[in-house]
């Protein structure tokens, strides 16, 4: 990845990298040995190099912002009960505090909450960004339950 390309994504979201709560991610696995918060963070970076490789032309505010928060939900889903149904209930959850800690607008909410589709078969992705954080997200999510364990 390019230093320029670095810097785009680190200006969007380097708010919230510094926010406890996102830190607090770095306490949780998500998928091998990946805390949450690394997870989010190589989605953040996939979904930018598919928008860029595909030319979507994406808003990055929405798509980054998104990304990184769309496994904000701050708890250990492998420990019951979180972990039953943690796959349809998640996103509903890390899109509520999501909008409680940070507002985020609709745009963002929309996409962090039907990024588990077609696991939340009705909760489909509407906008280029929710589809590009969709599959960022399952691309990630194999390469690290594959590879990173």
């Not at 680190?10 to 991610?25: C, G």
């Not at 998928?31 to 808003?59: C, E, P, Q, W």
């Not at 505090?97 to 009705?122: C, G, Q």
């Amino acid at each position: 990845m390019k230093t320029e390309d670095k810097k785009q994504i680190y200006r969007i979201i380097k708010t919230y990298l510094k926010d406890p709560h996102v830190q607090e991610m770095k306490n949780y696995i998500q998928h091998g040995s990946v805390t949450t918060y690394r997870h989010t963070i190589n989605v953040v970076k996939m979904a930018y190099i598919l928008d860029k490789k595909l030319g979507l032309h994406a808003d990055q505010e929405v798509l980054l912002t998104a990304a990184l928060l769309h496994d904000f939900y701050l708890y250990d889903w492998h420990k019951r009960p979180w972990g039953d149904l943690h796959g349809y209930r998640h996103p509903h959850r890390a899109a509520k505090k999501a909008v409680e800690i940070f507002d985020v607008n609709e745009r963002v909410k929309s996409a962090i909450e039907t990024h588990m589709w077609p696991v939340t078969l009705l909760k489909v992705p509407r906008s280029r960004e929710a589809w590009l954080l969709c599959y960022a997200d399952k691309f990630s999510s194999m390469a690290e339950t594959l590879w990173m364990r």
